[in-house]
């Protein structure tokens, strides 16, 4: 008889163990009855296009400037820094462009993110010829990049703006002499130059 109680009684704990054991995988599941809510947009800007280009950087003499006071202009706005090598190969590219397209109502502006001491990029460019004014970014490029509609994730980054400051193109890396190009023929109304042929493109075609 004992044996028959103790058998019930290892009976009863073993059943109990497995309904807890059930209910443990029940609360662990997903709720299925509950609708999935779509994840929260992401954060507005914290300007308005209009005010970041009116947002104030000072350039290497301490003068005061926006992108607005360039309205009238096609503006390639370039993001860069001293310590990022694209950008170091990019300027003589946009050095190029800017004396290229001067004429036809190109702006370059280059935006340094090289906080907090502008001295850097002061001696940086002691050893590099720049024809395009450079202002310092003072922290805010990710707000302006953002309220013009880009995000940026990494330098170099380049926005083209038309003659009224609406954002045509955004370019994030480095620009190649094509890419450069055809990014600015839309902005100035310019035909895209054709690429020039390799050399093994050229022995090709005369063996042909």
């Known amino acids: 008889m004992q044996r028959i109680q103790t058998t019930g009684l290892i009976l009863a704990i073993l059943i109990a163990a497995g ?65 990022c090598p694209p950008c170091r190969e990019e300027i003589p590219l946009l050095v190029k462009m800017q004396a290229k397209y001067a004429a036809q109502g190109l702006q370059i502006i280059g935006i340094a993110s090289d906080e907090p001491n502008d001295e850097v990029v002061r001696k940086f460019l002691k050893q590099m010829v720049v024809n395009y004014p450079i202002l310092m970014s003072d922290g805010q490029s990710s707000e302006i990049v953002a ?51 390799t050399p093994a493109a050229a022995t090709q075609s005369k063996s042909k």
């Open 19 to 83: 309904a807890a054991g059930f209910g443990t995988y029940l609360w662990l599941q997903p709720d299925h009855s509950t609708p999935v809510t779509a994840a929260a947009p992401a954060a507005a800007p914290a300007l308005t296009s209009q005010q970041a280009l009116d947002v104030a950087l000072d350039d290497l003499d301490g003068n005061s400037h926006a992108l607005a006071d360039w309205k009238g202009k096609v503006l390639l706005v370039n993001f860069w820094a001293t310590w």
């Open 147 to 197: 309220a013009l509609g880009g995000n940026l994730i990494g330098l170099p980054y380049s926005l083209l703006l038309d003659r009224d400051g609406k954002v045509l193109k955004i370019h994030p890396g480095e620009l190649q002499p094509d890419e450069a190009e055809s990014f600015l023929a839309t902005g100035l109304q310019v035909p895209v130059p054709p690429i020039a042929a």
